[in-house]
């Protein structure tokens, strides 16, 4: 099923961007649960929201977001239902590195999060 006509409503996406609180938690594989909810860096790139996992794709939510593809996120005091989609184009990732390095510029963490270790764990979330 292709999720990419759904877009989140522009002014909550900029508003969960801007909070930088985003909590990503996947739904277990029972199907009923989620997981911990895990704080992560969140860009966003032509009204999509971009996340990639810090330790690549050996991450464990990343393992889950691939198999479940669903979840929920946490950000700017809201709860949305998503769906996570990782398989990327590869022509995004210069623009989403240069989210990282726009928003991030300061944090001793921006290296890793644009090394192609996280770039091979990138996660597009989209709204269910």
């Known amino acids: 099923m292709n999720h990419s006509s ?3 409503n522009p002014e909550e996406l900029n508003q969960m ?3 930088d609180d ?3 938690s996947v739904l277990r594989d029972n199907g009923l649960s ?3 909810p895990t704080w992560i860096w969140v860009v966003a790139i032509n009204g999509d929201m971009y996340v990639r996992a810090y330790n690549g794709v050996r991450s464990s939510w990343y393992k889950a977001a691939q198999t479940q593809k669903t979840g929920r996120i946490f950000a700017a ?3 949305k239902e998503v769906v996570f989609e990782t398989d990327i184009a590869p022509e995004l990732e210069a623009p989403i590195d240069h989210a ?3 928003k991030y510029s300061g944090s001793p963490y921006l290296s890793p999060m644009i090394s192609a270790r996280a770039r091979a764990a990138t996660v597009r979330i989209l709204p269910q």
Do not use: C, D, R, S
Request: aromatic share 16%; no cysteine; hydrophobic share 40%.
């Open 100 to 102: 990282y390095k726009q």
């Open 22 to 24: 985003l909590k990503i």
């Open 6 to 8: 759904q877009k989140f």
């Open 77 to 79: 005091g809201m709860v």
């Open 17 to 19: 961007i801007e909070a």
């Open 34 to 36: 989620y997981g911990t």
